[in-house]
C-alpha cells in the first residue's frame, strides 16, 4: 500500500508540474554487467503492476532498451513484457528515474508509465 501511495503522490506532484522530462538516451549504467536499479525497480513496479490485472500468477521481464540522462537524474528506459502462461506480449513502457545523490539511489525521482492495451 505504501508503494502505491508513494507512486499516486509522484504522478500528482508530476502532473501537476506539467513538465515533460525527455531525457538523452545512452548507455545504461552497470557494475560487473549487472544493469544498475534494475532489481529495484522490479521489486517496486512489478506488484504495482500486478494490482492491475484481474488474474493471479502474472509474470513480467523488464527488458533495459537503454540509460537514461536528465539534470542531476539517471534512469532507465525499460520495455515490460508480460511471460506467464507462454506469454511474450509488451504491456508497458516505462521512463524510470532516480537523483544520483548518494542514499536516494534508485528510489523513484520521476515516473512515466505508458500501459499498453492488447
Request: proline share 3%; charged share 30%; net charge neutral.
Amino acid at each position: 500500500m505504501k508503494i502505491i501511495l508513494t507512486l499516486s503522490v509522484m504522478l500528482i506532484i508530476s502532473t501537476a508540474n506539467a513538465k515533460a522530462i525527455n531525457g538523452k538516451e545512452d548507455k545504461p549504467f552497470t557494475i560487473d554487467t549487472k544493469v544498475v536499479c534494475l532489481k529495484e525497480i522490479e521489486g517496486l513496479m512489478t506488484p504495482f503492476l500486478k494490482k492491475t490485472e484481474m488474474e493471479s500468477g502474472v509474470k513480467y521481464k523488464f527488458i533495459v532498451k537503454s540509460g537514461l540522462s536528465y539534470e542531476d537524474l539517471a534512469g532507465l528506459r525499460l520495455q515490460v513484457n508480460r511471460v506467464d502462461n507462454g506469454l511474450n506480449d509488451r504491456v508497458a513502457d516505462l521512463d524510470y528515474y532516480w537523483t544520483q545523490e548518494r542514499g536516494s539511489m534508485c528510489e523513484p525521482a520521476y515516473l512515466v508509465l505508458d500501459r499498453i492495451d492488447n
